[in-house]
């Protein structure tokens, strides 16, 4: 069992940066694959990054190549995203997800743990 939860949301203005963070509980944390996901008001929960158990594959939304990087630190049991030239558009509620394998990560399919996602708003 993993319990993921999320930290580092909050206001913004526009281009300026957050750093979201995913605490992890439990032993396995370096097994898992990792990501983030968000969902905007009244629009379905969307993929946003993939980072694979040992942090050697990631994978990214267009929208936000070139200004988010995911990262983890398997030591700490954490991922990490950094967001930078926020967008209005970028605002909605983040989400943490861990699933044994890169590709459901990716393709968000049953994923095995999900956090309780935070805030994230770009005023402009």
Known sequence: ?????????????????????????GPTFSSYA???????????????AAINWSGSSTSYEDSVKGRFTISRDNAKSTVHLQMNSL????????????????????WARGLDFWGQGTQVTVSS
């Open 34 to 48: 990792m990501g983030w996901f968000r969902q905007a008001p009244g629009k379905e929960r969307e993929f946003v």
């Open 87 to 106: 967008k209005p558009e970028d605002t909605a509620v983040y989400y943490c997800a861990a699933d044994q394998y890169y590709s459901n990560v990716r």
């Open 1 to 25: 069992q993993v319990q993921l939860v999320e930290s580092g949301g909050g206001l913004v203005q526009a281009g300026g940066s957050l750093r979201l963070s995913c605490a992890a509980s």
